[in-house]
């Protein structure tokens, strides 16, 4: 079955740092991954998805995230951290029979000036 | 174009009263999702409309639960009886496809709480 696992609920940096989110997956086959991430009093936004086409991508507002099939890992990263990238960010898989998304934990990112 | 929305955006009711929710996808997306997220769990999935017909609704938690779409348009999730551990954010979300890689669009969720 797909999974994935955040490890890290809380994260901080500091303004103008590296941002390092970790997500490894779980799937019996290709997997496709995402993520997402949820400003304050807002819905789930989409930063990037994996879909087999570049294990690198780029997503909005500077993320990007590489997928490594030897440490199953899909890790989101920035290379300098904003006051405004603030939030919670959800690492997700596209389930079994591809109705749903399998979500992590999610892990919420703190930025200090 | 609208993105998805959710009504309310806050819902606070007592155990053992009704409450329903309800989700307007993006226009044209013949998909649409119910997810729930329980105060520091992970997202989970509730169930999926194709249209007006259930595709799959093997996340609903119990028959105290009950999504419809009629129309195909917009959703209802309804919980008669509200018990304390519906209380969560329900998200609901919409596709255009059904391709692996195809986005799901989230609306901005409502908090539901149970007393």
């Known amino acids: 079955a797909q999974s994935v696992t955040q490890l890290g609920s809380h994260v901080s940096v500091s303004e103008g740092a590296l941002v390092l989110l970790r997500c490894n997956y779980s799937s019996s086959v290709p997997p496709y991954l995402f993520w997402y991430v949820q400003y304050p009093n807002q819905g789930l936004q989409l930063l990037l998805k994996y879909t087999s086409a570049a294990t690198l991508v780029k997503g909005i507002n500077g993320f990007e995230a590489e997928f490594k099939k030897s440490e199953t890992s899909f890790h989101l990263t920035k290379p300098s951290a904003h006051m405004s990238d603030a939030a919670e960010y959800f690492c997700a898989v596209r389930g079994d029979n591809n109705n749903d998304m399998r979500f992590g934990a999610g892990t919420r990112l703190t930025v200090k000036p | 174009e609208a993105g998805v929305t959710q009504f309310p955006s806050h819902s606070v009711i007592e155990k053992g009263q009704t409450v329903t929710l309800r989700c307007d996808p993006i226009?044209?997306?013949?998909?649409l999702y119910w997810y729930r997220r329980v105060m520091g769990k992970e997202i989970k999935f509730l169930l999926h409309f194709v249209k007006e017909s259930k595709q799959d609704e093997s996340g609903m938690p119990n028959n105290r639960f009950l999504a419809e779409r009629t129309g195909g348009t917009y959703s209802t999730l309804k919980v008669q009886p509200a018990e304390l551990e519906d209380s969560g954010v329900y998200f609901c979300?919409?596709?255009?496809?059904?391709?692996?890689?195809?986005?799901?669009?989230f609306g901005p969720g409502t908090r539901l709480t149970v007393l």
């Open positions: 979300a919409s596709s255009r496809s059904l391709t692996s890689t195809d986005t799901q669009y």
């Open positions: 226009s044209g997306h013949d998909n």
